[in-house]
């Protein structure tokens, strides 16, 4: 699955497109298989590592919802942060869409992520990389990520 990282989202369109294209040559023999596409990020936390900051934001319901329309079971697996999606709106409906909700990049409490994994996010991206450390004050995502 290539993975596509955080940018502006007007470019993810295009990129989703190219994989599209890319699988359609898989189908013919011509590259190895490609399943879909793993976007990480750009709803990402407190823990970007490599990620432009200026890139990141809240999730996008809207944009989420019309990039999985517009290219149909291409998108499979989406990281966020649980920070970085208040309410946990954007995990619900991927996850009700089939697509995997990882936690990632996310300083995220012990707490928000039971909250992430009970909205349906079901995987961890970078685990105890990207993420907050455990502290006085709780094991946080990593610790909920291996409980």
């Known amino acids: ?4 990282v955080s940018a502006p ?3 993810y ?3 989703v497109a190219r994989v599209s294209m890319a699988r359609t040559d898989a189908l013919h023999g011509l590259l190895p298989e490609i399943l879909g596409v793993h976007l990480e990020g750009p709803f990402l936390g407190d823990a970007p590592g490599a990620h432009a900051t200026e890139l990141l934001q809240h999730a996008d319901i809207a944009w989420l919802e019309a990039l999985i329309e517009h290219h149909p079971g291409l998108v499979r697996i989406v990281t966020l942060a649980p920070e970085a ?3 946990l709106a954007a995990t619900a ?3 009700s869409a089939g697509v995997v909700v990882a936690l990632g990049h996310s300083r995220a409490s012990y707490a928000a992520a039971i909250e992430a994994a009970d909205a349906g996010a079901s995987v961890v991206t970078h685990l105890f990389n990207g993420m907050g450390p455990a502290a006085p004050s709780g094991p946080g995502c990593a610790g909920r990520c291996v409980r």
């Open 93 to 95: 409906m991927l996850a």
């Open 85 to 87: 999606d208040p309410g």
């Open 9 to 11: 989202l007007e470019v």
């Open 13 to 15: 369109d295009t990129a």
């Open 1 to 4: 699955m290539p993975t596509i």
